[in-house]
């Protein structure tokens, strides 16, 4: 399926032990995608969120502390990407990285 212009990619995180969001552990998660799109999450040892979004032609890595607080739920990931705009990470309730993304410059 080809990458649409606009579009997001999320999923909540909540493995079985209770303290992984602060324990000194690496987790890997299984990858997401959808509208040719790919997101690839590891929480690392040092408690930062690594976030990498591939597509056909391009690839971005995004890093960023785990938020003190999560809801019940877990973790909460997202990525949005808007053409002509940015691609956007969100953990949490809160945007923590943003770049560049245009479809025209991966053609």
């Not at 909540?12 to 690839?40: E, K, V």
């Not at 990525?79 to 560049?100: C, F, M, R, Y």
Request: aromatic share 10%; hydrophobic share 40%.
């Amino acid at each position: 399926m080809s990458l649409k212009k606009q579009g997001a990619l999320q999923a909540w995180l909540r493995p079985a032990n209770p303290d992984w969001a602060t324990d000194g552990q690496r987790y890997i998660f299984p990858p997401l995608s959808s509208d040719g799109i790919r997101m690839y999450i590891t929480k690392q040892e040092d408690r930062t969120v690594e976030v990498a979004v591939s597509t056909r032609e391009a690839s971005y890595i995004f890093t960023a502390p785990m938020p003190e607080t999560l809801a019940p739920k877990g973790l909460f990931v997202c990525v949005t990407w808007q053409d002509g705009e940015t691609i956007d990470l969100q953990l949490g309730e809160e945007v923590v990285a943003s770049k560049p993304f245009h479809l025209s410059a991966l053609a």
